[in-house]
Nanobody, 125 residues
Framework: VQLQASGGGLVQAGGSLRLSCAAS????????VGWFRQAPGKVREFVAA????????IYADSAKGRFTISRDNAKNTVTLQMNGLRPEDTADYYC???????????????????WGQGTLVTVSS
């Protein structure tokens, strides 16, 4: 699986951005996919993920109520709609996928096999 993230940019606090991740490979529909982020000087952290067996997303506490993850298996894409952005959301955002057939969401970066390049989100105050 190859992943290509896009949609980052500069936005004012309170604004919205929509990140997209395009995946190649026929295993996408059976893969758990998600988003992580890494702020300067900090470790990469889990943001949200969706399992192929559930339409309900799993979110970090920092994302609950503001971010929404969704997937389109027909288009091999996963999106992250981010509303109510805050300066502390500033980071490089990475899409990731677990090995095909693994349906459990993990918040640990070591459990994710495939990574896209980052897309930078900058939220100004």
């Amino acid at each position: 699986v190859q992943l290509q993230a896009s949609g980052g940019g500069l936005v004012q606090a309170g604004g919205s951005l929509r990140l997209s991740c395009a995946a190649s490979g026929r295993a996408f529909s059976s893969s758990t996919v998600g988003w992580f982020r890494q702020a300067p000087g900090k470790v990469r952290e889990f943001v949200a993920a969706t399992s192929p067996i559930s339409s309900t997303g799993i979110y970090a506490d920092s994302a609950k109520g503001r971010f929404t993850i969704s997937r389109d298996n027909a288009k091999n894409t996963v999106t992250l709609q981010m509303n109510g952005l805050r300066p502390e959301d500033t980071a490089d955002y990475y899409c990731a996928a677990r090995s095909a057939g693994i349906t459990v969401v993990s918040r640990s970066t070591s459990q994710w096999k495939y990574w896209g390049q980052g897309t930078l989100v900058t939220v100004s105050s």
